[in-house]
């Protein structure tokens, strides 16, 4: 199941411009934001869901089209660990370790990989250990 996705915008004030209004007829509205330096781009990540949820993601800082991002939901941390390493064996980057991310959340444990094509692939758990 897709946990979260992703994609890099060319401006981010414009393009979060447009989502407010494109989005907020289907109930959808920015509910949390990161910026530079909480990301592992370096740049600012917007997050638009409903209920608290954050699951349609648009960012800064990534060269359009490379930017994509794709999260699926992994049912434990064993899990993202062997994720990460079939992906690394299969010839996809290393774009970010297994471990604790707890600025997106206390329990966020993820991995990060990069597909053939630059896709920044991720598997998260979000179970406490």
Do not use: Q
């Not at 060319?10 to 989502?19: G, M, N, V």
């Not at 509910?31 to 993601?57: K, N, Q, V």
């Not at 471990?99 to 993820?110: E, F, N, S």
Request: hydrophobic share 40%.
């Amino acid at each position: 199941m897709i946990d979260h996705i992703g994609f890099a915008v060319s401006d981010i004030a414009r393009s979060r411009a447009f989502y407010d209004a494109a989005l907020e007829p289907l109930g959808l509205a920015p509910i949390m934001e990161f910026g530079p330096g909480e990301t592992e781009s370096g740049g600012t990540a917007l997050g638009y869901g409903r209920e608290g949820d954050p699951f349609f993601w648009i960012g800064d800082n990534e060269k359009v089209g490379e930017g994509t991002h794709i999260a699926l939901s992994a049912p434990t941390r064993a899990a993202v660990d062997a994720f990460h390493a079939a992906a690394l064996a299969a010839g996809g980057r290393d774009h970010g370790a297994p471990g604790l991310r707890p600025h997106y959340g206390p329990d966020y444990y993820a991995a990060f990989v990069l597909d053939p094509d630059g896709i920044n692939l991720e598997a998260v758990c979000r179970v406490p250990a």
